[in-house]
């Protein structure tokens, strides 16, 4: 059997993982919030119409930051919309997704959802078709104390308290010209360098993000990013990426190292946010939000094609245990990062190519790619550590050679608890992994449980929710220093160590 090596030592710290990097998404979009998130009616539903059942899958997930209402869907916003009684809310066209917009749930419902949920919101304004007034009156809506005619509104519309919202992005998606209003750097950079002021000026304490580019293959990647900073780089804290992955024309290989290009990104985007502020001459260093990640068929699941519909089935991704391992190697690069990516978002929570999947009056299940989420999220926490594995190499059309096992590990000095995070990325061949733990006083193993699975179609349905779970695997022996563990072919595992709390 091929081997590979990696060491874990506490004095090989990348940093500490901000725990908003397991954070997710909520579009208006298909049946994200309507028959996702809020369905009155259904027999889980709470008083408010928001589902139980989808609550209690988002909590037991871990999400810590929800990025909301789009997408695609803000660059069309009227925020307005959403607020107020609701027999009086307008039923609009959103022409990002061809739907119509019923406006049942807007900003005040989804702050509700969000405390529900216990996770932060991190909410999106228009720069598409609106700008520096519509997002500045929405921070005064949602964070305003009172006496002033938004906040006041939020009151009287039934929430006392404000909202609080600290995370805000300015805009989506800017540069991909699918965008309603899409623009150029230099006018998106002018339009959220004064709506960023504008809004601070309401609310000195938000965290503010800029768009960057929509993914790594637009012809102006890179370009972007230095001439959006270049105009908001004091006023902005961090610069969005966005990725989606899919097998494409029979490349399996290239698509089960989708990490190498996350990777590639991430590097691409630091490198150029720093260029950015050594021009400035800054000592300010702008970090990274990677607020839509995941895997996509895209074309391949449109769904239902009715124009002007209701929450129509759109992009219901049906994961596969071969899609659960890509997410789980997407986690390690976010991981791997944890310097300078300090948020994070899977796109999207619920039915819209989502972890979490529900039927109109029926139940909700797990999709396969919840579990790499949900483990990684809960014990992927402390610090990352840099292992520098050495091992067997795989080839990829797309990224030449990369390592057939893709890992990377934590440390939680609080509590002494270690976690490996290991993909093997051969479809065929298992992996024996050898770690070296001298450096860890007290080591002793937990447990090593995987997904894997005979067939790499496998998927997880209404009817076969439990097809695809985490196995429990023979626990890694521990000697002279050294943990052995073996990787089921095409497998994503998670290795857990106790070690004595590190002083
Ligand atoms: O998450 C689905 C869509 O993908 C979002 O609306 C958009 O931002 C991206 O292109």
């Known amino acids: 059997m091929k081997q590979a090596s990696l060491t874990l030592d506490p004095a090989f710290r990348i940093a500490a993982i901000d725990p908003r990097i397991r954070g997710s998404f909520v579009e208006h979009l298909g049946r994200c919030v309507y028959g996702g998130i809020y369905e009155p009616g259904h027999p889980d539903a709470d008083a408010d119409g928001f589902r139980t059942d989808v609550l209690a899958l988002t909590r037991e997930l871990g999400v810590t930051t929800v990025r909301y209402p789009g997408g695609n869907f803000v660059s069309g916003y009227r925020w307005e919309d959403g607020i107020g009684p609701r027999a009086e809310r307008p039923r609009r066209l959103d022409l990002a997704w061809k739907t119509l ?13 969000c405390r529900r949920a216990q996770a932060e919101p991190m909410m999106a304004v ?9 997002a500045a009156a929405l921070v005064e809506y949602s964070n305003h104390p009172g006496g002033s005619y938004w906040s006041d509104l939020r009151v009287k519309n039934g929430a006392k308290e404000p909202h609080g919202i600290k995370i805000w992005c300015l805009g989506n998606e800017m540069d991909g010209p699918w965008q309603i209003a899409h623009k150029t750097a230099r006018d998106y950079g002018i339009l959220a360098n004064q709506t960023a002021k504008a809004m601070r000026l309401v609310d000195p304490e938000l965290e503010l993000v800029a768009c960057g580019s929509s993914n790594r293959r637009m012809a102006t990647f890179g370009a972007w990013e230095a001439e959006v900073l270049e105009h908001t780089y004091n006023v902005v804290d961090y610069v969005s990426l966005h990725s989606y ?50 895997v996509w068929y895209g074309s391949e699941t ?18 596969t245990l071969a899609d659960a391992v890509v997410v789980g190697s997407l986690i390690n690069s976010l991981l791997r990062h944890a310097d300078r990516v300090k ?5 999207q929570l619920v039915n819209v190519i989502a972890p979490i999947t529900t039927e109109n009056g029926g139940p909700a299940w797990r999709q396969t790619i919840f579990h790499p989420m949900r483990l990684a999220f809960q014990y992927g926490i402390g610090d990352a550590l840099r292992v520098e594995p050495t091992g067997p190499l795989v080839e990829t059309p797309e990224y030449g050679a990369v390592p057939q096992l893709d890992c990377t590990a934590t440390l939680d000095s609080e509590t002494g608890d270690a976690a490996i995070l290991a993909v093997n990325r051969s479809l065929t061949e298992p992996l024996l992994v050898e770690t070296d733990v001298r450096a860890l006083s007290g080591v002793r193993v937990v447990e090593h449980v995987a997904l894997h699975d005979a067939d790499r179609d496998a998927t997880n349905t209404r009817d076969n929710p439990d097809r695809v779970v985490p196995q429990t695997m023979p626990a890694p022996v521990l000697e002279d220093g050294r943990v052995r563990f073996e990787l089921p072919p095409l497998s994503w595992n998670l290795i857990r160590l106790a070690t004595s709390p590190q002083s």
């Open 302 to 319: 449109p769904g239902d094609d009715t124009p002007w519909a209701v929450a129509p089935n759109l992009f219901q991704d049906q994961y």
């Open 101 to 113: 917009e019923t406006n049942k749930v807007g900003v005040d419902e989804f702050a509700a959802w």
């Open 245 to 294: 992955y899919k097998p494409k024309d029979g490349d399996f290989a290239s698509f089960l190292a989708s990490g190498v290009d996350m990777d590639a990104m991430i590097d691409a985007v630091v490198a150029t946010a720093d260029f950015v502020k050594a021009k400035l001459r800054s000592s300010k260093t702008i970090n990274l939000s990677y607020d839509e990640w995941n």
């Open 343 to 347: 948020m994070a978002s899977f796109a």
């Open 126 to 134: 228009n720069l598409g078709t609106r700008g520096v007034e519509e």
